[in-house]
C-alpha cells in the first residue's frame, strides 16, 4: 500500500501574529513555522497504518519554497519513507493546490491521500475535498477513526457531526482528511532527525508535472480581529435586558 501525505509549513499555533501596516499580509520576522496540525495528524496515522499493514510506504509531500523542506524532514523524521517538494514561490488557492496534489497523485498512483482537513493559516478546508473531486475518488471528510480493512482495500471512518458519530466505509483509492480527535501525534526523537537529514528529497517543478496552478482567488487584505469589551457586571435581570436591548441590540 502506498500513501501519499501531503503537509504544510504553517505559522506555530503558539506564535504571535501580526498583521503588516497595509494589511497585505503577516509579519514573518521572529515568526516560528512548523508543520500544520492537521498534517501532523495525518503522517501519524500513516505510520499507524503501516504498522498494521507491513510493506506500506508513506510519501510525504509539501508544495512550497525551500524552507519547505525543513518541514519535510521532520515527517520523514517520525517515520515517512520518501519526501516530495513542489516548487512553488507563490501564494495558492485551494483549488490550485489541489491540481497540483492531483498531478503528483498521477504520477505515484497512492492507494490512499491522507491528509489535515484544514491549514490553520488560511482555514479554508476545501484542498481535500476538491482533490477528491478532481480525482473522482471516494472520500471521507473529518476523520476521527480509520479502521483499515485487512487487505487494504477498504476503511471504515468514524466522522463527528452535529448529530453523532457518522461512520462511513470508503473503497480504495481514496482521500481521508484528519479531525484532531484522530490521534495525537508522536515526538520525534534525534535518532529519527539524524536519519532524517541523509534522506534525499526529490523536487518537482509544475511544469514538470504539467500542471495550471495559477490561483483564480486572492487575498485582498488582512486586519487583526477588533479587540474585546471588558465584560460588564448588571445588577438586575432588567438591566440585563435592558442592556441588550439598548446597546448589543441582540432583542
Known amino acids: 500500500m502506498k500513501i501519499l501525505v501531503p503537509i504544510k509549513r504553517v505559522p506555530d499555533y503558539d506564535t504571535r501574529i501580526r498583521v503588516k501596516p497595509d494589511g497585505s499580509g503577516i509579519v514573518t520576522e521572529g515568526v516560528k513555522f512548523s508543520m500544520n496540525p492537521f498534517d501532523a495528524i495525518a503522517v501519524e496515522e500513516a505510520i499507524r497504518i503501516k504498522e498494521r499493514l507491513p510493506g506500506a510506504e508513506i510519501t510525504a509531500l509539501s508544495i512550497g519554497t525551500e524552507e519547505s523542506v525543513e518541514t519535510l524532514r521532520v515527517a520523514l523524521a517520525m517515520g515517512a519513507d520518501r519526501a516530495i517538494r513542489v516548487a512553488i514561490d507563490a501564494d495558492m488557492d485551494s483549488l490550485a493546490i489541489a491540481k497540483v496534489l492531483a498531478a503528483v497523485y498521477h504520477r505515484e498512483k497512492p492507494h490512499m491521500v491522507l491528509m489535515g482537513k484544514q491549514a ?53 483509492p481514496a482521500v481521508i482528511t484528519t479531525d484532531l480527535r484522530l490521534n495525537e501525534p508522536r515526538y520525534v526523537s534525534l535518532p529519527g532527525i539524524m536519519k532524517a537529514k541523509k534522506k534525499p528529497v526529490e523536487e518537482l517543478t509544475p511544469s514538470a508535472l504539467s500542471v495550471d496552478c495559477v490561483s483564480r482567488t486572492r487575498v485582498l487584505s488582512m486586519e487583526a480581529p477588533a479587540r474585546r469589551k471588558a465584560g460588564l457586571r448588571v445588577k438586575s435581570l432588567d438591566e440585563l435586558i435592558d442592556r441588550l436591548k439598548t446597546e448589543a441590540k441582540v432583542l
Open 120 to 172: 490553520i493559516d488560511d482555514d479554508s478546508n476545501q484542498a481535500g475535498q476538491m482533490l477528491a473531486g478532481l480525482l473522482g475518488v471516494p472520500q471521507a471528510t473529518f476523520v476521527s477513526k480509520i479502521e483499515m480493512g485487512q487487505d487494504g482495500a477498504t476503511a471504515l471512518c468514524s466522522r463527528e457531526t452535529d448529530a453523532g458519530i457518522e461512520k462511513v466505509q470508503v473503497r480504495m
